[in-house]
């Protein structure tokens, strides 16, 4: 590994936002992998695979006189999209409810010959959904059903090269704020699903990556932007005439923010004609 050390005195504005200087570096010739930028409060080190040629060393050095030191300001609003679970964090991140009870039911008009059916819900205030009911019909049987939480929702941009195999991504600062262990991070599409990644093992906020349960199977560029994903039911197969109750014996509840949609996916297997109802019961 080869570190350079540069003064911030260096940087014309005497300042370095790592983000954006990882992205200039990433955008010029450079041929030798980055492995980190770290900053202290005299001077930034920054790490790459093996040393640089001559050119290269010029080429650094011209990103470094000429970085701004700038936040990155992403096109697209990234949604503040953290799902709370515990009271105490809903207290301290402002996103508390009137603990006034309500429930109503989401329904799903599947027609005959429907194979895949999806549809959104979401609320114009925070919730803290509490329990979800499902009754299953004779016609339901074969059958199967996932909901998710905030899917495909921007939160975040990826800040270094992201490989086919790889099974660690590095992100930026608001990705690490919204994401949780076993969510699913994938890249953002604009009205649609998104493309799934993977699901998240760990959470490295010392080097800003996140740990994936499997390798990628796409490659990414950095300022790729990211979305997130927490699937409540990843698949429910119905195998016989029942109620099926979820979260009735759990005493927390999950906290979904204002305008964050709940999706049911629903597969008509059979493909005969039916109406699905999830009864929920939240605070509002």
């Keep these: 590994m080869a570190v350079y050390t540069y003064n911030l005195l260096d940087f014309p504005n005497g300042k370095v936002n790592s983000d954006r200087l990882s992205q200039e570096i990433h955008a010029s010739e450079i041929t030798i992998s980055l492995t980190s930028i770290d900053t202290n409060s005299s001077g930034v080190m920054i790490s790459f695979k093996t040393d640089l040629s001559a050119g290269e060393k010029t080429i650094l050095d011209a990103i470094v006189a000429n970085h701004s030191g700038e936040d990155i300001i992403a096109p697209n609003p990234i949604i503040k999209a953290e799902i709370l679970t515990e009271a105490v964090h809903w207290v301290e991140s402002g996103q508390t409810t009137q603990a006034l009870f309500a429930?109503?039911?989401?329904?799903?008009?599947?027609?005959?010959?429907?194979?895949?059916v999806a549809k959104s819900f979401s609320w114009p205030y925070n919730i803290s959904v509490k329990s979800a009911t499902i009754y299953i019909t004779e016609d339901m049987i074969g059958d199967e059903l996932l909901v998710h939480e905030a899917p495909n929702t921007l939160i975040g941009y990826l800040t270094q090269p992201f490989s086919v195999g790889d099974t660690s991504i590095y992100v930026s600062d608001t990705v690490l704020e919204n994401i949780r262990k076993a969510y699913y991070i994938?890249?953002?599409?604009?009205?649609?699903?998104g493309i799934e990644i993977s699901q998240v093992l760990e959470i490295d906020l010392k080097e800003k990556c996140l740990k994936l349960r499997t390798p990628s199977a796409?490659?990414?560029p950095p300022g790729t932007y990211l979305a997130m994903c927490s699937k409540l039911i990843p698949n429910l197969l119905f195998t016989c005439t029942q109620k099926v109750e979820i979260g009735k014996t759990i005493p927390t509840a999950s906290r979904l923010p204002a305008n964050i949609p709940i999706r049911a996916y629903y597969?008509?297997?059979n493909g005969k004609a039916k109406k699905l109802s999830i009864f929920v019961e939240y605070l509002y």
């Design 186 to 193: 994938g890249v953002y599409v604009p009205g649609d699903e």
């Design 218 to 220: 796409v490659s990414l």
């Design 267 to 269: 597969k008509n297997n």
């Design 103 to 116: 429930a109503e039911s989401l329904i799903l008009d599947i027609s005959a010959g429907d194979v895949n």
